[in-house]
């Protein structure tokens, strides 16, 4: 890849678009596999730059303007006390909510311009998300009112308030702890009923706060962060809520180390560290069983996933948790900001940076900048109360694992699991263009096209988004998706074939991966605009896969815009990790458990392994 232009495309753009689909998956997966997305790299700057200087720089010089003992000259300062992981906090929700952090330009869809959410949350007509319209009164309908945008502006308001008001000392701290300040408890109340609120009336902006990341931070501040500043508090208290603060942590560390048990996530290393900007090629193949004959996972992939992953994710944030000694805290935290510091080298799609950033620094500052011989779970003065604190925690995690039909993957802490709600799309002729119809929608061919450094031609930017294709298709699901279209739809060469994540962020300004953003509900919306025809949009969709490591079959959803969902049924994941992303070998076996009246898909016989299903969509 150059510096300001992208890789050169592994054949010429418009010879590629006419291939069949199987072959332009493969030339585009193992192009990932060397190559990655091939963006410039002056893009990585971009990222680096928003990621340490917006994120990180700014976020220290905020803290240190509106406290007394943070001072943005002395990095001794930041490392010792508890408000920086308070205000750190709150400006990366900032961040997130306006799209500055994660979710942000090319690598999460936004082209030209690289800035979704807020464009879109300020203005009415565009399409919402209400999680449960049909049940809470107030909440239903798919239309951003003015009554919206108010409360989004609220929400934002009810952010910078806890991160410009001044911090308070604190009074009684343990002995050896040097002067401490909190944000006033007080403060977290606007932002703990007006983000509820907002993700009632639209769920994207209550996800694409990372709301689980960071609500329960403020909802422990506001509580224990109370009962420290009362008049009646002491030492304890304060130990209390530090400890409180390494629960919060380490439950998003070992929920993610859980969340890849199964067969998916050794399929998320490989095209990950392929789109590193700083990786040799050679390294890269590395990850591979014998690129570019043969893309599955290899043993330095199995190796990375199960042991430098999902290991440390739950080993170390358990030792972190249950240690009282510094040595142990120091090097464990040490561990944690080197396994950060990897994915962020990654540059992953959907670009979660700063995230990284904060939860590599944070450890440093919950482990490091605070006796661990003091500050430790076994000297929790109130243990009665970590029972609602876990219970709280790791509702989401719990409950998503189970049905995650229910629970996005966010707060089911599923983060790069390789276990997602995914869909692909299948538009006629046509029908992409339609999509500019919709509010503030400009479809991502013609961003590609109007982008400022690099413009692209029509068919080099078509080229590149179905990159998006290669990149699902290199996960489980991806392969079991394509299978679905492959089953439906005779006429699928003709087709405009669209990742669903990058889809939805045109549409709704943002998604991090989450299938539940555009599933029959987002295209019930899209038809309720564009009135299409039967078979005009059909969507593969799938949901994650419930409890991976007993690894029951996963279910699977045929979407059309016009009829509602056609099929359900479901695939072995064992079936899907064993195929190329391509699938030579025809689709994977799909068990149909249901359809719907009038509905009739053939009997098949496709690369030589029996298909039973019930009905054909041309």
Same mark, same amino acid.
């Given at each position: ?128 998300? $209400? ?150 090629? $050679? ?17 330095? $992939? ?221 295209? $019930? ?94």
């Amino acid at each position: 890849m150059g510096f300001i232009s992208p890789s050169p495309q592994p054949v010429p753009p418009a010879e590629f678009l006419t291939l069949p689909l199987r072959e332009r998956i493969r030339i585009l997966s193992t192009n990932w596999a060397d190559d990655g997305f091939g963006t410039p790299k002056a893009l990585s700057l971009v990222y680096v730059i928003k990621m340490l200087g917006l994120y990180f720089a700014v976020g220290l010089a905020i803290t240190a303007w509106t406290t007394q003992y943070v001072h943005f000259t002395d990095p001794g300062s930041w490392f010792d006390n508890i408000v920086v992981y308070q205000k750190l906090a709150i400006w990366l929700m900032v961040l997130e909510v306006l799209g500055l952090a994660g979710a942000f330009g090319p690598l999460c869809g936004h082209f030209a311009p690289m800035l979704g959410n807020v464009r879109y949350w300020i203005r009415p007509d565009t399409i919402r998300m $209400a999680p449960w319209g049909r049940h809470v009164p107030g909440t239903g309908g798919d239309t951003r009112t003015v009554f919206d945008v108010v409360l989004f502006l609220a929400v934002l308001a009810s952010l910078v308030y806890p991160l410009v008001i001044s911090a308070e000392p604190v009074q009684f701290l343990p002995a050896g702890t040097g002067p401490q300040e909190l944000v006033p408890p007080t403060a977290f109340i606007p932002i703990l009923i007006t983000m509820p609120l907002m993700g009632l009336r639209d769920k994207v902006i209550f996800l694409a706060g990372r709301s689980e990341q960071y609500l329960p931070i403020m909802l422990f501040s506001a509580v224990f962060g109370g009962i420290v500043m009362s008049s009646g508090a002491d030492a304890a208290d304060f130990v209390n809520l530090v400890v409180v603060f390494k629960i919060i942590i380490c439950v998003v560390w070992i929920g993610a180390g859980v969340s890849k048990f199964g067969e998916h996530f050794i399929n998320v290393v490989p095209p990950m560290v392929s789109n590193s900007p700083g990786q040799f090629r $050679a390294v890269k193949r590395l990850f591979y069983r014998n690129t570019p004959d043969d893309i599955r996972p290899g043993k330095v $992939a199995w190796f990375m996933a199960h042991i430098a992953g999902t290991t440390v994710e739950l080993a170390i944030p358990l030792i972190l948790l249950l240690t009282t000694n510094n040595t142990i805290a120091l090097l464990g935290a040490i561990l944690i900001l080197a396994f950060h510091i990897y994915i962020t080298s990654t540059f992953p799609l959907a670009v979660p940076l700063e995230w990284n950033v904060y939860f590599g620094y944070i450890a440093i500052v919950l482990w490091v900048g605070f006796d661990t011989s003091v500050y430790n779970i076994w000297n929790f003065s109130q243990p009665w109360l970590l029972i609602p604190v876990f219970a709280l925690l790791c509702f989401g995690p719990v409950l998503g694992n189970l049905r995650p039909d229910l629970v996005s993957f966010l707060p089911s802490m599923r983060q790069y699991a390789g276990n997602w709600a995914s869909a692909v799309w299948a538009m006629k002729p046509g029908v992409e263009e339609r999509l500019n119809e919709l509010p503030l929608v400009e479809n991502q061919i013609d961003q590609l096209q109007r982008m400022m450094l690099t413009p692209y031609e029509r068919d080099d930017a078509d080229m590149t988004l179905q990159k998006t294709l290669a990149w699902r298709s290199m996960h489980s699901q991806g392969r079991g998706l394509f299978s679905v279209l492959h089953e439906h739809l005779d006429d699928i060469e003709s087709r405009t074939v669209r990742e669903g994540e990058f889809v939805c962020n045109t549409i709704l300004g943002w998604n991090f991966g989450d299938g539940h953003m555009h599933d029959e509900r987002l295209i $019930a919306a899209v038809q309720k605009r564009l009135g299409l025809a039967p078979g005009d949009l059909v969507v593969a969709y799938c949901e994650s896969q419930a409890t991976p490591w007993s690894n029951p079959p996963q279910q699977y959803r045929v979407i059309d815009a016009a009829l509602g969902v056609v099929e359900r049924g479901s695939w072995n994941v064992s079936d899907c990790v064993k195929e190329q992303p391509w699938l030579p070998n025809g689709p994977v076996p799909l068990a149909v458990s249901w359809t719907a009246d009038g509905f009739r898909r053939r009997e098949t016989l496709t690369g030589g392994r029996h298909h039973t299903g019930e009905g054909s969509m041309a």
